[in-house]
């Protein structure tokens, strides 16, 4: 497989048009057409991270970081950023990253991170202002409904909660007159012929409506289907910037940070707020959350994120909003595996390792 191929797996998970728009996810190095003989997952792209591919002889590199962040301004070897740069696109390794896009997909960073923490009854945290939806309307004839139906259901449309294939459809009469050069699936040419259908309508998020259209162009029998794309207001609920859970019962807080240390594998977590104070309602957002703290909503009685600084800490101390800084890497790293997972089984056959970054920060307490 191509280099484009594993990158639209995905972009299948994590559509690129749900990043924000100062993020700087996609493919940073590479030729989309390359074979592919091996992928690396990892966190960030760093000279480490390069040294486990080339090892691993994996050619991709797939981040959840993006390698390029700034514009650069020159490609010099004493730069260390630039340089490594360079030896990736001089040793044939692209680089792909799906960044703010797969934190707030579903099955994305946060929900990996919801599921290590046992969190139940997960909800959506923070709405995704661009993450919008749209109506696709089309008219099919009956016979053709359940294969329209369902490619356009595949390739992402229909979903409402928990459930999938979520359609509508009502009977009709479309019109239509065939030209000289038209081959019609059905009526006469030279005359307006009236064909029995059913106008059938769908949800898309809107990151998947290409996906969809195609599905639904293959799957129509007509030779020029006709369908609306109708913007709809509102964003989409399933797209959430971290997410919002449970806890079996209400814990302290102290045992709450024990239990998010040992569940996280790292060796100590942050915690803001009064260790005897019970809680149950956890909001989740995996790596630089802290200053998200301030928009926390009411009912969230601690916050699980990484990056928290002092004014932060302040913040949701005032609010009465609890945290457990447990770190960037602490909270982001469990994406890397399941990323892995992902891939593997779309391309069961290809060499696939995942890397496990050593967080920069030591602690040292004497
Ligand atoms: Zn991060």
Redesign the pocket.
């Known amino acids: 497989m191509t280099v484009r191929e594993v990158c639209e797996v995905l972009e299948r998970l994590a559509p690129p048009s749900l990043a924000y728009s100062w993020d700087r996810a996609g493919l940073a190095i590479g030729e989309p057409s390359q074979e592919v003989k091996g992928v690396l997952a990892a966190?960030s792209v760093t000279r480490e991270t390069f040294a486990a591919a080339k090892r691993a002889k994996a050619n991709q590199i797939v981040s959840?970081?993006p390698l390029i962040w700034e514009p650069m301004r020159a490609l010099r070897t004493d730069d260390p950023h630039t340089a490594l740069c360079l030896e990736l696109a001089h040793a044939g390794v692209s680089c792909y990253s799906a960044h703010t896009n797969l934190d707030v997909v579903p099955g994305g960073v946060n929900a990996v991170l919801a599921e290590r923490l046992g969190l139940t009854a997960l909800k959506s945290l923070l709405d995704v202002p661009h993450a919008m939806q749209v109506k696709l309307v089309t008219f099919v004839p009956e016979s053709h409904l359940p294969a329209v139906r369902d490619a356009v259901c595949d390739a992402g449309a229909g979903i409402i909660g928990d459930y999938t294939h979520c359609t509508f459809s009502a009977a009709g009469t479309g019109t239509f007159l065939p030209g000289e050069k038209a081959s019609p699936f059905s009526g006469k040419k030279h005359q307006v012929n009236e064909e029995p259908e059913r106008r059938f309508e769908v949800l898309v998020p809107s990151g998947r409506l290409s996906d969809a259209l195609r599905a639904l162009l293959q799957a129509h029998p007509y030779e020029e289907p006709a369908y609306d794309v109708v913007p709809l207001q509102g964003v989409d609920p399933a797209v959430s910037l971290g997410l919002r859970g449970e806890l079996p019962k209400p814990i302290t807080l102290g045992a709450f940070a024990a239990q998010v240390r040992m569940n996280l594998d790292v060796s100590h977590v942050r915690v803001v707020g009064d260790l005897k104070h019970k809680v149950r309602h956890v909001a989740v957002l995996?790596?630089?959350g802290g200053s998200e703290a301030a928009h926390i909503p009411g009912g969230v009685d601690v916050l699980v994120t990484g990056d928290v600084d002092y004014h932060d800490a302040l913040a949701a101390q005032e609010r009465g909003l609890a945290i457990v800084d447990a770190g960037?890497v602490g909270t982001?790293k469990w994406i890397v595996p399941a990323l892995v997972r992902r891939l593997r089984g779309v391309f069961p056959k290809l060499r696939m390792v995942s890397h496990t970054e050593r967080d920069p920060f030591r602690i040292v307490v004497k």
Do not use: I, N, R
């Open positions: 966190l959840h970081h995996g790596g630089a960037h982001e």
